[in-house]
């Protein structure tokens, strides 16, 4: 009775702990880890989220209904490694879907090309009358490789597919077009293989990347999903933008993208007009915080997959140099003051994310 007592505390303890536990035996993942938003996605380290929770009116009840999502393993720390290793199914919700965990102990899920129906235990392998050993799996935690969401990039949807507020409205909708078995998925485009081994036992040459490229964390790594053209037509020319994410390009309400445009000619650069791509969530007329929401009040983000042409009244000569930015505010510069926000530079910063240039034949 006291040995399983105090097996059980141990096993709580690296529970909470299970940073530390992994960086052990996957050094690289676990730094990378570190400076993503997932590991950030806590009141403590993200000032976004204490700004909007601060106004929240469940903060005055004590109500962190946040916590499925932000700290799903309970107490202050953010998403843990078991906050998606563990994850055994997704149950669908019209509000917002939920994880379903696994319960059996050190039993995590992963994926692994040609391993798909493996489940992998533990053991050691002595051939030669015990004079060679070979080792098979991890040492630390069994490892089930058939669980068939962390392929297809379901596994992301119980926090990511949408949030609902209680007037019914989607404060944020990635949708599931990104849960894909062929071609690029959730994964595959925010956790590209990058050099170095997954772990320091087995070797290997690459891994996924587990900062998890985005708006605010490595955003350089998704700028190839995004394409600028240009093309002249009548009384001036256009910038085409090729979004070839499965989602809006922004999916936070905070967001603006924007497109900054300059021609040169003659040696002079003259910026022509500036394009916002918000979507603005209000109350008949007016923006409001999104639990407030009861409509879209304005919605010309870029959509899943979509070529949006913007025109521009301008008739180009030859030799003439247009440059095309698109870039992004991790928060709507309106917005900054009302939340408090002001004292931190990147979030207040234009960040770009593709360039285009182009000279006029
Ligand atoms: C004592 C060393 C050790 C510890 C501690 C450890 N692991 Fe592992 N882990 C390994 C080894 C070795 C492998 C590779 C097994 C193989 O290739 O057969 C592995 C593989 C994995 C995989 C699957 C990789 C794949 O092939 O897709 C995941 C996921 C994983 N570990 C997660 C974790 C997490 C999360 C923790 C902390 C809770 C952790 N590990 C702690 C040694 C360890
Ligand atoms: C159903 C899961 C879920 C719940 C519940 C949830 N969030 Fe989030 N939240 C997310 C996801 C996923 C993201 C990042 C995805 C994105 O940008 O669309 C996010 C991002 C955010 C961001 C943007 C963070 C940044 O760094 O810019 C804010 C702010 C935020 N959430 C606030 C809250 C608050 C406040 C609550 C509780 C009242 C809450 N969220 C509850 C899933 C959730
Ligand atoms: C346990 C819930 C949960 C799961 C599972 C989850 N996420 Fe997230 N994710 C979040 C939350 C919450 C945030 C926002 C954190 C913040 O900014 O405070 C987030 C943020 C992100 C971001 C934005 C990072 C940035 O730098 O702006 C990306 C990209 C992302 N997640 C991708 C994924 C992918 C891919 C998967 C599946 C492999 C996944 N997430 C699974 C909860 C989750
Ligand atoms: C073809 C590649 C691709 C696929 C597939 C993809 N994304 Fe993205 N994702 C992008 C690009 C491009 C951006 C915008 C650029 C950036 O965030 O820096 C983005 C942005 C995001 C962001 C940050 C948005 C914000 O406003 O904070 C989150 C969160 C995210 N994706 C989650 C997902 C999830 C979950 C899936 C699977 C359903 C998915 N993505 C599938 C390319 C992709
Ligand atoms: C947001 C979800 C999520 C979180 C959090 C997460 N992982 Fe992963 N991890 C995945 C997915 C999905 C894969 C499969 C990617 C692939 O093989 O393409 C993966 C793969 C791995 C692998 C195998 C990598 C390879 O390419 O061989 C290891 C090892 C691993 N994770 C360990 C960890 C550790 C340690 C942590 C905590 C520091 C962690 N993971 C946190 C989703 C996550």
Not at 158 to 174: A, M, R, Y
Not at 192 to 216: C, D, Q, Y
Not at 259 to 280: A, S
Not at 339 to 356: N, T, V
């Amino acid at each position: 009775m006291r040995l399983l007592l105090i097996l059980s505390i141990f096993s709580i303890w690296l529970f909470a702990n299970d940073l530390n536990t992994c960086k052990g035996c996957h050094p690289i993942i676990v730094n990378e880890f570190e400076n993503s938003m997932h590991k950030k996605s806590t009141i403590k380290e993200d000032k976004i989220h204490k700004a909007i929770w601060d106004k929240h009116p469940l903060k005055k009840k004590g109500d962190y209904t946040c916590a499925k999502c932000h700290t799903p393993n309970g107490s202050h720390s953010g998403i843990t490694c078991l906050s998606c290793h563990t994850i055994t199914n997704i149950k669908k919700h019209s509000k917002e879907n939920e994880n379903i965990y696994e319960k059996r102990d050190k039993y995590l899920y992963s994926a692994q090309k040609g391993m798909e129906d493996k489940k992998v235990v533990y053991k050691e392998e002595s051939s030669w009358l015990g004079l060679f050993t070979k080792t098979v799996g991890s040492p630390y935690h069994d490892i089930d490789y058939t669980n068939k969401i962390f392929y297809n990039g379901e596994v992301c949807m119980g926090c990511h597919s949408h949030k609902k507020n209680s007037h019914g409205l989607n404060v944020c909708k990635t949708g599931n077009k990104g849960v894909r078995e062929n071609g690029d998925n959730c994964i595959t485009c925010h956790m590209p293989k990058v050099e170095g081994s997954a772990t320091n036992i087995r070797i290997s040459k690459k891994h996924a990347f587990h900062g998890f490229a985005g708006v605010i964390n490595k955003p350089e790594l998704l700028s190839k999903y995004i394409d600028i053209d240009y093309k002249n037509s009548n009384n001036g020319f256009d910038i085409i933008i090729q979004n070839k994410a499965p989602h809006n390009l922004m999916l936070q309400p905070l967001r603006v993208a924007q497109l900054r445009v300059t021609l040169t000619r003659d040696g002079k650069t003259e910026n022509l007009k500036v394009h916002n791509f918000v979507r603005i969530l209000g109350t008949k007329s007016k923006p409001s915080m999104p639990w407030l929401a009861t409509k879209v009040l304005k919605d010309t983000m870029i959509n899943p997959n979509e070529e949006r042409v913007i025109h521009f009244n301008k008739e180009l000569k030859k030799g003439d140099k247009i440059e095309a930015i698109l870039g992004f505010y991790i928060v709507n510069p309106k917005m900054i003051k009302k939340l408090g926000l002001e004292s931190d530079k990147k979030i207040k910063e234009f960040i770009p994310l593709k360039r285009g240039y182009f000279v006029v034949q």
